[in-house]
């Protein structure tokens, strides 16, 4: 089998920052048998990233798998019963995650060396320290407009974010988001997002049929999940997601379109801070990653489905063509034979109406 394209470098500008990306802690309270589990899959996460030419991310999850079962390895769970989590976590996997992460470790290190500009020498040294004044004083007056551009760069320019991108955001606790998740009830019960204090709201998709205005949605609302709707125009952040969101999902008629387009271009009586985004691979993608931070990480995941297959569905009929001929109905036992076509029974009717016709004219 050919070995894939490798793809260019997108996610960071140095090993650093893959490793910080890569930097896991447990949450005091949580099983261990979950994050191996989760170690488990983040490992096949990495393998397919491999697979797919995409070092970078192959390189992350590798890292974050190693993290993970460092902090697990910590504890006294594992401590009391070490083949059995052992088993879970699959040591034959630790040893090659190594291997591979210190191989890919010195590729993407050459790869982003690559894309540092080149050093130009100088002698002059007093010019030197003029540019670093002049540098520090523009960092310094411009401080406030450098934090506001580098939320602007994590949220991203594409209309959507992904799951990594979200947890930085959530983690600056100047800036404030509402999750809106529009899977079903039952399944938003069973697990969702729980991050601190920011406030995830269900909007299931009977709520947000075709065309619906934000009144329209109010009126389907009660409660908690009400007043969450309501702070939409107050925080600087809306994410909307489903199990495997993506941007691809805004389409006409789709539940994330209809929702989106009702905040963001119909809605005359609040004024979003920004457009709302879709997190990339949904609700799935934020489970591989930080699974901590939900309600309950080892929910199974639903079948795949496509709405926009379910859609096209209700449409796909089958019409019968012109020189289709209707099947004949099996006959009844109570009806007589046919006879050239008719029935015994519509023959004597018109052989009555004959006689009749004959003895009006004589």
Known sequence: ???????????AKSLEDLNKMAEHKLVKGWQIKHYCQSA????KAAEE???????EKSYLYYMKYLNIVTQVN??????????????????THLMKAISKAEELSTILGERYAELQPPSTG??????????????DEDNQSNESNQECDSKQRVVGMEG??????????MEDEDTSVLLMDIRPPEQYQASHLKYKQVNCVNLPAPIITPGIAVSGIEKRLSGDVLD???????????????WDSALSDLMVGSTLKTLKDAIYKFD?????KSEPLILKGGYDAWLLHYPQFTTNPSIPRPPKYHEVASLTSLLDFDYPTLEEEPKPKPMEDNKKPLINGKSARSDDKTAEIGRASCRERV
């Open 268 to 272: 005359s009586t609040v004024i979003v």
């Open 49 to 55: 990233s491999q697979r797919s030419g995409d070092q």
């Open 228 to 242: 969450m709707w309501k702070c939409r125009g107050h925080v600087d952040v809306i994410v909307l997601l489903d």
């Open 40 to 43: 488990s899959k983040v490992f």
């Open 74 to 91: 910590k504890t006294s769970e594992y401590k009391a019963d070490k083949k059995f989590f052992d088993n879970l976590i699959g040591r």
């Open 1 to 11: 089998m050919p070995s894939a394209k490798m793809k260019t470098l997108y996610l």
């Open 122 to 135: 100088g002698n002059d040294d007093e010019e030197q320290q003029t540019d670093k004044q002049e540098t």
């Open 160 to 169: 959507e974010l992904t799951a990594q991108m979200l947890y930085r955001i």
